[in-house]
């Protein structure tokens, strides 16, 4: 085998490709697996430990990061520690037609390393969802195509919750799920059985492991993943703490850092794809590299951009574009609707350790007839919690100090919801005709919006979390709205569907693509649908999985 | 630790950019050396800061804010992460401070005695603006810094577990 020549390549190691590394790996394939940026050894390049005292700013944004990352810098998780997990964005300039906040962390693992670790099954509801209401085209699988899948990747990533039986929130290959603490429990318990439309408290789904699994975890509570810090007990699942390590143990990964993959080389003759075309982030050198197979992992936007930068006499707007969909259907997710409230009783009581997940409302709007709403299809689900916090002391001198240690008189709880983003074709990303990055990449442009159903949600969202409140018997409720532009979900999607007509869609149900076989896209950009429920990471690993055992057994026939 | 994270990609142009502000002078990522030469925040009112801090969070069976050196921290904060209209307004309450205490006492607050310190935060916790808004940066300095977390505090670093229902506050 020449050194630029591989069984296959896998392009992005974030959450899909680290997971098409480890399984094309463990099936015996040579795999090139490639990193536009540096790379992020686990643990050995954490620095989690370090006391927030220690650190400059403890925690603090600084107005030079303001300057150099004005997007990244408003993300929820970004501050002192965790910015180097984040993109500079005058090195990544994007146009933002209409207001977007683009996430990013180049490197090793990608952003699984900052990313919210929820993980929550789709259920049949989900992938009947655009065929029923006709938003969108119709998924080209059902769940029962990828439970087993699910089955098969939950307990390497090592999700903790529980089972509810639920058809439209399906159960998983749990962990015993991270306590919900005594207020929590409560308001649970007392709106148990009280709503017509079945709203109920459960524990959260999370990639924090309350079992320990190889040398990963379990979670001990210190709070650095949230936070955007990694971890050094790897109590959470990440490629650098799980897929990766996984792969390297095979002996077939090849894994090479600052290599950002502009183009994706096609042979009409073969009509397949035959490697990539590289420049190296660091000295701008061009490379080519070449393989029988390429899973391409780059993130939603990234991933559909290498493709529309990948243009040829048979594919002038795009590989893979003969259906003129690449680039539309751009989904991210609502979210930030809400309510809170404050807690009489358990006042002697108090939480400790730092839990990295909270309570969930499954979905209870249009599951079923009597469920049906006038206004808006679809639905959202609520995250949240209780807690205790201290009070805020007054005076000054002794007095005041002392204050400081006390608790608050109260405990508060708030619930906020996630919601659905239909697909619309007119939400979508291009690149710039002219405009291009200092790698000369042509800059990408996003033009994406909320509409009507998704407004259509918003009163319902905060409404019906504060009734869930109230029942629970909180007082002094107040709702809330945060107002998030799309993007800031971080769960952006759609932009090269599956689907099961090659005029509307880019990928099959194997998430392969309709126009060249020995392509496969297994990230954000293959989804049909948002989704309902949030935590859609779950689902691009299951579908990765699925995906490179299809690829290898094509491989195998000699099909590819 | 930290200062190798500071060196990696981003931090290369970090640390070319801020060459003007000595960052790049400092060995360690000590704050003093940084917030001594930049000079937003004199060292008289470093002094101002931590004396003042003394009366709002004294020294007791714990060290107060003074032992804690919030001065410095707060000088970095002020100089690399308030814009421009929070330094300015910062640097006005201080002033402030200053004027309302030469009005009640004819001198200023380094040359007041304690009970004249005392008398002055008493009148100023009335209702002063300029007041409140530095006691409450004072407050988070002295929370977040070593002697606030572990020692005024108690510090879990790794709690190891999560009690959802404890008798014990968490701090």
């Not at chain 1, 015993?176 to 017509?196: D, H, L, T, W, Y």
Request: proline share 4%; glycine share 10%; charged share 25%.
């Amino acid at each position: 085998m020449k050194n630029n020549t591989f069984d296959a390549i896998v392009i992005g190691t974030g959450i899909s490709g680290g997971w098409a590394a480890k399984e094309l790996c463990e099936k015996g394939l040579k795999t090139l697996v490639l990193e536009r940026g540096r790379n992020v050894e686990h643990i050995v390049d954490y620095d989690d430990m370090v006391p927030s005292w220690e650190t400059k700013y403890r925690g603090r944004v600084t107005n030079e990061d303001r300057r150099i990352s004005p997007v990244q810098s408003g993300v929820y998780n970004y501050n002192e520690r965790s910015k180097k997990y984040f993109v500079n964005d005058l090195d990544n300039p994007y146009i933002q037609d209409k207001p977007f906040e683009w996430a990013r962390g180049y490197q090793v693992g990608g952003r699984s390393l900052i990313w919210g670790r929820q993980c929550y099954r789709r259920s049949e509801l989900d992938f009947e969802a655009n065929a029923k209401d006709g938003f969108g085209v119709d998924w080209p699988i059902r769940y029962k195509d990828i439970a087993p899948w699910y089955d098969y990747v939950e307990p390497i990533v090592g999700v903790s919750g529980s089972k509810e039986g639920l058809p439209h929130l399906p159960d998983g290959q749990f962990q015993p799920p991270m306590p919900m603490n005594c207020v929590e429990a409560e308001v649970s318990r007392r709106i148990k059985g009280k709503f017509s439309d079945g709203r109920m408290i459960i524990h959260g789904r999370t990639a924090n492991h309350t079992l320990k699994i190889d040398d990963r975890g379990p979670c001990q509570y210190k709070g650095s993943c949230g936070a955007g810090h990694a971890c050094s007990f790897g109590g959470y699942f990440s490629s650098n703490s799980a897929t990766l390590p996984m792969a390297a143990k095979t002996g077939n990964m090849t894994l090479r850092p600052f290599s950002m993959v502009q183009e994706i080389l096609y042979d009409k003759e073969t009509q397949s794809a035959t490697g990539v075309r590289v420049i190296d982030t660091e000295t701008l050198e061009q490379r080519e590299f070449f393989a029988r197979i390429i899973f391409l992992n780059a993130s939603t936007l990234n991933t559909t951009a290498i493709l529309l930068n990948s243009t040829s006499d048979v594919f002038p707007t795009g590989l893979g574009n003969s259906s003129g969909q690449l680039g539309h259907n751009l989904m991210d997710m609502p979210y930030g609707m809400g309510a809170r409230g404050t807690y009489e009783g358990f006042e002697d009581k108090f939480t400790f350790g730092r839990r990295p997940t909270g309570i969930f409302v499954p979905r209870f709007r249009n599951i079923n007839k009597s469920t049906e709403q006038k206004d808006y299809v679809r639905g959202f689900t609520y995250q949240g919690g209780a807690g205790r916090g201290r009070k805020a002391s007054e005076g000054f001198g002794r007095g005041y100090k002392d204050g400081l240690a006390e608790p608050a008189d109260q405990w508060t709880m708030a619930i906020t919801a996630w919601a659905e983003h239909l697909p619309y074709f007119e939400n979508k990303m291009y690149l710039h005709k002219e405009k291009k990055d200092k790698y000369g990449m042509p800059v990408i442009c996003v033009d994406c919006e909320f509409k009507e159903n998704e407004a259509a949600m918003v009163d319902d969202m905060m409404n019906s979390a504060a009734e869930i409140l109230e029942m629970g018997g909180l007082k002094n409720i107040e709702t809330y709205n945060w107002e998030k532009i799309p993007g800031s979900c971080i769960h952006e999607t759609g932009t090269a569907r599956m689907g099961k007509d090659p005029q509307t869609s880019v990928l099959n149900r194997w998430n392969q693509m309709h126009d060249v076989k020995n392509i496969f896209i297994t990230d954000g950009s293959a989804m049909c649908s948002s989704g309902t429920t949030p935590g859609p990471s779950i689902t691009y690993m299951a579908l990765t999985a699925r995906a490179v055992d299809y690829a290898v057994k094509e491989l195998n026939k000699r099909n590819l | 630790m930290k200062r190798r994270a500071f060196i990696t990609k981003g931090g290369i142009l970090l640390s070319t950019i801020t060459v003007g502000s000595n960052f790049v002078l400092t060995t360690s990522c000590s704050s003093d050396t940084v917030a001594e030469l930049s000079g937003l925040v004199s060292a008289k009112e470093k002094r101002l800061l931590n004396e003042l801090g003394a009366i709002i969070i004294p020294k007791t069976d714990t060290p107060g804010a003074k032992e804690a050196e919030i001065a410095e921290y707060m000088a970095v904060i002020v100089e690399d992460c308030y814009s421009d209209e929070d330094q300015e307004k910062f640097k006005l309450n201080l002033s402030n401070i200053e004027m309302k205490c030469s009005q009640m006492h004819n001198r200023s607050f380094l040359e007041c005695s304690q009970g004249e310190r005392e008398d002055l935060v008493m009148a100023l916790e009335e209702s002063d603006e300029s007041y409140s808004s530095i006691k409450s940066f004072i407050t988070s300095a002295y929370l977040s810094s070593k002697i606030g977390k572990t020692e005024f505090f108690d510090y879990y670093q790794v709690p190891g577990k999560y009690d959802g229902c404890s008798e014990k506050r968490p701090w």
